[in-house]
């Protein structure tokens, strides 16, 4: 007989969170370098998936709650699919396809993940995964991915970059993170803040804003004013579309962190703040004091924990679109991340979903949907190894993949590290973003003119930033 394990309450509310125009897939995408033998990568992908019970697991609903069980009747072809692209099958058909898929629901009728393995790209092959966010969260997936390359950290899933720049938004949380594990559990004071206020939303919105700790820090999630009304704001209509561009080689955007005066990751946002403004204004709209939010994950397990699963908080970073002047907007991200490290949104938002569970879904839609319509986008920023990786022999040349969006946003930025790179990804609806290249073309492009100001000017200590009006 199979076998069945209930599913936690915080999967459980990611589970529930698909909608029909927002599916809650996290999609990733491999591109190796050729000559690739094709059948022992299709192998060692499977050996290493298989190897977690999970991938053999259907979800099961009843009324007593959630449950993974064991699919009896598991079939590979279900999961797996080799394909070609159409013409000349370069990166636009490549986009084109990995669209289509991140629009596409997976069955439930079988565990919540597909591989497709795209033949001849480009002299190699491209590998398009499909993995329900219930399953695990990026960090998780990372381990995951680990278990499926060459060399002596497949089994142990260990080879993440450890970014000991202070510049990585998680190192920047540490504080936060490091409190949580040590004592501040969510089965606590915030389970039981979350767990009063999700049952009752109304009360919850009559909150008031100076309450203290944890009570205090989710009544601001939930009463915090909405950002700016875009054309990135809207109803989503289920039509998706990736980009990427080409990566930013990490050694420089370190130094030209440090020659400003600021983090790693002070710089990325401020480029995707400047892409998403060029952006308005190639549309002809007008950007002064345009505040875009982000719903930016924040990992919280302990060092070593790559379970399955989902473990992590979540803040709202304001992104300063508005702002016109390159340095400006850089100081005004800087400024904002720093007041991030006293709060208590990661373990709050832990908490709220961890209640969300356990109560009935039109709850949760509810109270989600306070927090969710006042971002404009989710982007998440994960740390990849440091080192090329190979698959069955096959060089892994690049690694991208694309957060799914909640509620109603209809844009999700993804940045990943990886062997000295850094990657941007962008997905978008194509009822409010159609052109999703035509704001990830103006990342690397924003990265440049800190680049220039680096080269052009004296550098400044790390200790003092530049003022905005040095340019």
Not at 160 to 182: C, F, K, R, T, Y
Not at 215 to 243: C, I, N, Q, W, Y
Request: net charge negative; proline share 7%.
């Amino acid at each position: 007989m199979s076998q069945r394990e209930r599913m936690s309450s915080v999967d459980t509310t990611w589970l529930r969170m698909d909608r029909p125009n927002n599916l809650m897939m996290i999609v990733g995408v491999w591109m190796l370098e050729g000559p690739v033998d094709l059948d022992a990568v299709e192998a060692q992908i499977v050996d290493g998936l298989l190897s977690y019970r999970r991938y053999r697991q259907r979800v099961e609903r009843g009324p007593a709650g959630i449950y993974w069980r064991d699919d009896p009747n598991f079939d590979l072809s279900h999961h797996l699919r080799r394909i070609r692209l159409p013409g000349r099958g370069g990166k636009p058909a490549l986009e084109r396809l990995v669209g289509e898929l991140a629009s596409e629901p997976l069955d439930p009728n079988h565990p919540l993940w597909t591989v497709h393995l795209v033949e001849r790209y480009e002299g190699g092959a491209a590998v398009i995964f499909r993995m329900h966010h219930a399953i695990a969260d990026g960090m998780a997936l990372m381990g995951v991915t680990m278990s499926l390359v060459d060399g002596p950290q497949r089994r142990s899933g260990d080879g993440a970059a450890e970014h000991a720049d202070e510049g990585w938004l998680q190192s920047l949380m540490a504080p936060v993170v490091a409190a949580i594990n040590s004592g501040a559990e969510v089965s606590g004071s915030t389970l039981k803040a979350a767990l009063d206020l999700a049952r009752n939303p109304l009360r919850a919105a009559g909150l008031l804003r100076d309450g203290a700790g944890v009570a205090g820090e989710l009544s601001h999630l939930l009463l915090m004013a909405t950002d700016t009304a875009t054309r990135f704001k809207g109803k989503p209509g289920g039509t998706k579309r990736v980009s990427w561009c080409e990566p930013l080689v990490l050694p420089e955007v370190k130094a030209v962190s440090r020659a400003l005066g600021c983090s790693i990751n002070d710089i990325l946002l401020s480029c995707v703040a400047g892409a998403m403004r060029r952006y308005l204004e190639d549309c002809g709209d007008k950007t002064k004091g345009v505040e875009c939010r982000a719903l930016v994950p924040i990992n919280l397990r302990q060092p070593g924990d790559l379970e399955l699963g989902n473990r992590f908080g979540i803040v709202g970073v304001e992104l300063p679109v508005g702002v016109e002047h390159p340095l400006e907007r850089l100081m005004t991200v800087r400024t904002r991340m720093q007041a991030l490290k006293t709060s208590y949104e990661p373990r709050t938002t832990l908490g709220l979903f961890a209640a969300l569970g356990y109560l009935p879904k039109l709850v949760q839609d509810q109270l989600f949907d306070l927090i969710v319509s006042r971002a404009t986008a989710v982007m998440t920023n994960v740390p990849g190894p440091d080192e090329p990786l190979t698959v069955a022999g096959s060089l892994l040349e690049q690694s991208l993949f694309w957060v799914p969006q909640t509620g109603d946003t209809g844009m999700g930025v993804s940045i990943l590290s990886y062997a000295g790179k850094v990657q941007f990804g962008l997905i978008t609806d194509v009822a409010l973003t159609p052109t999703p290249e035509a704001v990830v073309r103006h990342f690397p492009e924003e990265f440049e003119k800190y680049l220039y100001y680096v080269l052009l000017e004296p550098p400044a200590t790390t200790e003092e930033a530049p003022p905005p009006a040095a340019a």
